[in-house]
């Protein structure tokens, strides 16, 4: 499918969705959004995609929603529009792991964005913040809500009420990215990291995000319970007798998915 705002490449079991506004450093306006959703839907529903990776360019992943395209609307357009929150839920839908690359400017929209994505490797040159208090407005897309989960009330606050950047020091020794690499190597790393993934039963990829995503939704024993049913169930697969087989043989398992 032709897209105007991102650019996708499907290979090796990985699709790369690249944003693609250089000109705005990637703001999300409602075209970009749309093409990235169904970009991930097609990923998710392809047999030739076993993980997802989101990227920017070299000076942002995103700087934000589109403040152009914000600018002028009014609280009923907004509410009226549920502003980016069909899109929200459809990326929340996507049940393929989503590896968001970022480099550069992470900031508002662009830093939940990545959020949204199931974990994020930065590079050295990554700032994320949540800089809509600069606006006049607050975080609407997860600044509140999930950059809390990810790093703690207190620089949650420190965050949101400030707008401060974070650089990828801070973000990596906070918890809000799981790795940090030179710039020169963000794209290799993530795809290295993509392809080990790509290399599990996507049934046992997919039961992780969704036991791994639910910790943040309900009591710890509900968790663990969940967890436990998802592993008991994981015993109906192919993917299990081989995994456990290559194991004993002392060999490289071979997954199908089934
Ligand atoms: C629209 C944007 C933009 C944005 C940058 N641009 N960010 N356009 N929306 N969020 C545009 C600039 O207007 C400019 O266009 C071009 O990109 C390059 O940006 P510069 O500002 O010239 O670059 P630089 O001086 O390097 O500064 C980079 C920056 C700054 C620090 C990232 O652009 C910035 O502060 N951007 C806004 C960040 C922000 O406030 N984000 C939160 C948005 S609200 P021209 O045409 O002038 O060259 C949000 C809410 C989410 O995200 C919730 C939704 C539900």
Do not use: H, W
């Given at each position: 499918?032709?897209?105007?705002?991102?650019?996708?490449?499907?290979?090796d079991?990985?699709?790369?969705?690249?944003?693609?506004r250089?000109?705005?450093?990637?703001?999300?306006?409602?075209?970009?959004?749309?093409?990235?959703?169904t970009?991930?839907?097609?990923?998710?529903a392809?047999?030739?995609?076993?993980?997802?990776?989101?990227?920017g360019s070299e000076?942002?992943?995103?700087?934000g929603a589109?403040?152009?395209e914000?600018?002028?609307?009014?609280?009923?357009?907004?509410?009226?529009?549920?502003?980016?929150?069909?899109?929200?839920?459809?990326?929340?839908?996507?049940?393929?792991?989503?590896?968001?690359?970022?480099?550069?400017?992470?900031?508002?929209?662009?830093?939940?964005?990545?959020?949204?994505?199931?974990?994020?490797?930065?590079?050295?040159?990554?700032?994320?913040?949540?800089?809509e208090?600069?606006?006049?407005?607050?975080?609407?897309?997860?600044?509140?809500?999930?950059?809390?989960?990810?790093?703690?009330?207190?620089?949650?606050?420190?965050?949101?009420?400030?707008?401060?950047?974070?650089?990828?020091?801070?973000?990596?020794?906070?918890?809000?990215?799981?790795r940090?690499?030179?710039?020169?190597?963000?794209?290799?790393?993530?795809?290295?990291?993509?392809?080990k993934?790509?290399?599990?039963?996507?049934?046992?990829?997919?039961?992780?995000?969704?036991?791994?995503?639910?910790?943040?939704?309900?009591?710890?024993?509900?968790?663990?319970?969940?967890?436990?049913?998802?592993?008991?169930?994981?015993?109906?697969?192919?993917?299990?007798?081989?995994?456990?087989a290559?194991f004993?043989?002392?060999?490289?398992?071979?997954?199908?998915?089934?």
């Amino acid at each position: 499918m032709a897209y105007e705002t991102i650019i996708v490449d499907t290979a090796d079991d990985v699709a790369t969705i690249r944003l693609n506004r250089p000109d705005a450093l990637n703001a999300l306006n409602q075209m970009l959004l749309n093409e990235l959703c169904t970009a991930l839907e097609e990923a998710d529903a392809s047999d030739k995609v076993r993980c997802i990776v989101v990227t920017g360019s070299e000076k942002a992943f995103a700087a934000g929603a589109d403040i152009t395209e914000m600018a002028d609307k009014s609280y009923v357009d907004m509410t009226a529009q549920a502003y980016f929150q069909n899109q929200s839920r459809r990326i929340e839908q996507i049940r393929k792991p989503i590896i968001a690359a970022v480099s550069g400017y992470a900031l508002g929209g662009g830093c939940e964005l990545a959020m949204m994505c199931d974990f994020i490797i930065a590079s050295d040159t990554a700032k994320f913040g949540q800089p809509e208090i600069n606006l006049g407005v607050i975080a609407g897309m997860g600044g509140t809500q999930r950059l809390a989960r990810y790093v703690g009330k207190s620089k949650a606050m420190d965050m949101n009420l400030t707008g401060r950047f974070m650089d990828a020091e801070e973000a990596l020794s906070s918890g809000l990215v799981s790795r940090v690499v030179p710039a020169k190597k963000l794209m290799e790393e993530t795809q290295s990291a993509a392809q080990k993934i790509a290399a599990k039963s996507l049934l046992a990829s997919m039961a992780a995000k969704d036991a791994v995503n639910r910790a943040f939704e309900t009591t710890l024993a509900e968790g663990l319970n969940y967890e436990r049913r998802t592993f008991y169930g994981l015993f109906a697969t192919q993917d299990q007798k081989e995994g456990m087989a290559a194991f004993q043989e002392k060999r490289e398992a071979q997954f199908r998915d089934k």
